[in-house]
Each structure stands twice: as C-alpha cells, then as structure tokens.
C-alpha cells in the first residue's frame, strides 16, 4: 500500500494579500537579520569554495593545503597550488517544482504556502545581499522562467511573480522538470536551490551533471502529520494515483505503510543531497527565517572547520 496524500486544507488557496504585499511584510525581517544575525554568513555559506581557477602557483607557508595540485607537485618535484579568482557575485536559481500533494495542511497553513514563503525569504535574502536572483518554476502546465536579475525591485517582482502561480488542482499531473534547461540557466557556480515536496522517486537523469556545474541545494517542507498519522483520529486522503478519496482510520496496516513510505521519502532525499548541509526540512509550523539562520550559520561553521 502506497502513503496516500492528505485532502488540501482549506488553507492551500491562495492568500488574501497580495504576493507583493507578503513580500514586503517578510523584507524587513530579512534585513533585521542580514545586518543583526547572518552578517556575512549568507554570502560565505552560499559561495563556499565556488571561485574560478586561475593558475597554478608555488605553494607557500600558510597556504590552503586542500588548493595543492598534486599532478604538478609530482611533475615538478616540489609543492604548488591552484590560484583561484572569486566570483564577484552570487547567482541564485531557485527551482519550485510544483505539486497537487504541497496542497496538504493539518494546521493553518499548506506546505505549498510554507515552501512559497520560503523561497520568497531566499530571494528577498539575495535582494538584500546585491545578488542575482532568477527562479524557474516547474508546474501541471509547464515551466515559467524568469532569469537571474540583480536589484531590489527586479528581485520582489520576479519573487511576486512566483508566489502568485496558482495552486495544481488535485487532479493535475505531475509537472516535468525542465532538466535540460536549467543545465544551461545560470552560470557555472551559482548556486541551484530545488524546493519540492520530493516523493519518494529515482534520481532524475542528468542530476549528476548539475551537481557538477552548480552548488546544489534542497528545501523541503514538512507536515505534522506526515511525520507521524494522527492517533485515534480517521480523515479523509486523496489517492492521486487512483483519483479518489478514501478514509484512512490509522490502523496497523495503514501505519506500517505509512511508515515504510517514510523510509523510502527519507532515502531518496538523502540520496539527492548526500551532504547533511545542503538539505533543509523545515515543519509547517515552524518560522521559516529562522530555519533559514540556522542553515547558513551550520554551513559557516562547518566551512572555518575544513
């Protein structure tokens, strides 16, 4: 038996304010927390090592001993390094695949809101930090496009843009990822962040090659009850692979299945994002900016530590 996806909440419709509206509530708490909490933080965790090689150069007391090129230490009989040049800037390319199942909320959101608020709060953070931002979006339709720009309102408007997409009917397909596309949508070295609501599924053909051109992130949001079903509560669930509604009661059988969906979600996932910090889970009921804060000062640290 396969996990069957909840009924949409009532409040997976789309919100009463405006996207543009949304976005500049959000904005100065994402200022607040540039200049208060990240400082530097967002552009170090988000740039990493991603520089341009330049050349090769004798290698020097003090010098990254990780930057040494060993084929032409061994060649030359004593130590180089690689000289790298850093980018000037950061591009972000923000993926949002878009799904009937994000339509889910137990509370008083939707996961599709929650995971739209935070890509908006990622692209509000790189308004904020003179990146470029662009964001493709991936739907039952087909994908919207909008490329990477640089400046506050050009960003809140392309952000705007992106939350006012509506919401996939229940009945809707599954979207087509535009693989080949996004191989080619940024330059080498930006940074891809994919928002989705990953279902259990194998790695998509051609991912290995963007891992290599870009820095390679994925957001997910979480429902309470999709971490663990309700006890003694039965609710209805909308099966998209059989188009119907059943009533899902939580017995044993239910929970194993629910479970064994679990695992099989968690490997997937870990399988497209090895590396524990370049993935981020965050509930429908927790505050986004500060899972956000979070995420960056884990990568900071870990970065000073190798």
């Known amino acids: ?52 090689f330049d050349q090769v150069v004798k290698y020097e007391f003090g010098d990254d001993v990780r930057d040494i090129d060993w084929n032409v230490t061994a060649r030359l009989g004593e130590a180089y390094r690689k000289k790298f040049v850093e980018e000037r800037e950061v591009t972000v390319l923000v993926v949002f695949e878009d799904s009937p199942s994000l339509s889910f909320g137990s509370g008083a959101q939707s996961k599709r809101e929650a ?7 990622v692209m509000l953070l790189g308004a904020v930090n003179r990146d470029r931002v662009g964001f493709v979006y991936a739907g039952p339709e087909g994908k919207i496009v909008r490329e990477p720009v640089r400046g506050r309102g050009q960003i809140m408007h392309a952000a705007a843009s992106l ?18 596309f996004l191989a080619r949508a940024a ?13 259990p599924r194998a790695v998509p053909e051609g991912w290995t090659v963007l891992q290599r051109r870009y820095q390679t992130m994925g957001f997910r949001v979480d429902d309470p009850w999709e971490r663990a ?29 629910h479970a064994t969906w679990c695992r099989q979600r968690e490997d997937a996932w870990t399988t497209l994002f ?11 009921e927790h505050n986004r900016l500060d899972a956000l804060v979070r995420f ?3 990568r900071m640290k870990a970065g000073t530590r190798r």
Request: hydrophobic share 45%; charged share 20%.
């Open 1 to 52: 038996m396969a996990f069957l996806s909840p009924t949409p909440a009532a409040s997976a419709t789309a919100p009463t304010s405006s996207p543009l509206a949304l976005l500049r509530q959000l904005e100065w708490r994402v200022r607040h927390a540039v200049e208060n909490v990240l400082s530097g933080e967002y552009r170090s965790a988000f740039r990493g090592r991603g520089m341009e």
């Open 115 to 121: 995971l739209l608020e935070l890509a908006g709060l």
């Open 163 to 180: 939350l006012a997409q509506p919401a996939p009917a229940p009945t809707d397909r599954a979207a087509e990822m535009p693989w080949r």
């Open 187 to 199: 330059p080498k070295h930006s940074v891809l962040l994919w928002l989705s609501d990953f279902p």
């Open 229 to 257: 079903l309700p006890d003694g509560e039965s609710f209805a669930a909308y099966d998209p692979t059989a188009g119907r509604l059943v009533t899902l009661d939580g017995n044993s059988a239910e929970r194993a299945a």
């Open 274 to 284: 090895p590396d524990a910090l370049s993935r981020l889970v965050v509930g429908t």
């Open 296 to 298: 960056f000062h884990a």
